[in-house]
């Protein structure tokens, strides 16, 4: 698991039975979060490399790249070892318990990049500036469906001529049928890392009005609309699909 030495939890969570809320990204849940999403979305590892290969063929010197829903830092670590240090980074989240974690993270690395950590809600305006490259790694599915559209437009705006948006979403089929067998898939695939009928059924419920997934044509159709000219799926595994969009 990619944690640049910094120690996690193992995922508990929901491992004791508990009264039913929304799911938060709190200190709790910061603690085991690279834990979490190791065990909980599928070949993790190999989409984070993959990510890094785009992020290098985008990517260029003296522009900045972006991470929102930055989460630890998972991510921008991976990616400073791979990209010059002449691009800035920006990660932002609006979680302060995952920022802490992505600053702890970066402090481990002893990286003479210049980076900046932003506390902000992706359903505010943002502005980008010189961006070659801006990655959303299991992001836009948290932002409430009124507000994704605009939020791409701002990046597509923000963006460089030939730049780079890296999109990576759980989604539904458009078939209700095979939607349900996608997500037997992926619940089954959670057994197998350890997560127990309570885990699952728990987790699933406070998700329930947290993270709502698009299919991989609705998120497509808005890339496309709000202007990028070549979309491409890169990674798909059942419900999990991963998109790069270009400028």
């Known amino acids: 698991m990619f944690t640049i030495g910094v120690v996690m939890g193992q995922d508990k969570v929901f491992a004791l039975e508990k009264s039913a809320e929304d799911f938060r990204f709190d200190s709790q849940v910061a603690g085991v979060f690279d834990d979490m999403v190791d065990r909980s979305v599928p070949f993790y590892q190999e989409i984070q490399r993959m990510v890094g290969e785009l992020a290098a063929e985008y990517a260029t010197e003296g522009s900045q790249l972006y991470d929102l829903g930055c989460a630890t830092g998972t991510t921008l670590a991976l990616l400073d070892g791979v990209l010059p240090q002449e691009i800035v980074f920006t990660g932002i989240d609006n979680s302060p318990e995952m920022l802490e974690k992505c600053r702890s993270k970066f402090t481990q690395l002893h990286s003479a990049r210049e980076t ?8 505010e305006k943002l502005t980008f500036d010189n961006a070659s490259v801006v990655a959303m790694i299991l992001t ?38 095979l939607n349900r067998r996608f997500i037997k898939y992926y619940y089954d695939m959670k057994r197998r890392h350890g997560y127990s009928e309570l885990e699952i059924g728990q987790k699933r419920e406070a998700l329930e009005n947290v993270l709502i997934p698009y299919s991989e044509g609705e998120n497509r159709q808005m890339l496309s609309d709000v202007g990028f000219r070549s979309v491409e799926v890169f990674f798909r595994w059942y419900n999990f699909c991963a998109m790069v969009a270009i400028k």
């Open 116 to 123: 900046r950590f932003l506390c902000q809600d992706l359903k």
């Open 140 to 177: 836009l599915m948290f932002v409430r469906p009124m507000h994704r559209r605009a939020l791409l437009a701002s990046i597509y705006e923000g963006l460089n001529p030939g730049g780079a948006l890296i999109l990576v979403e759980k989604v539904v089929c458009d078939s209700p049928d």
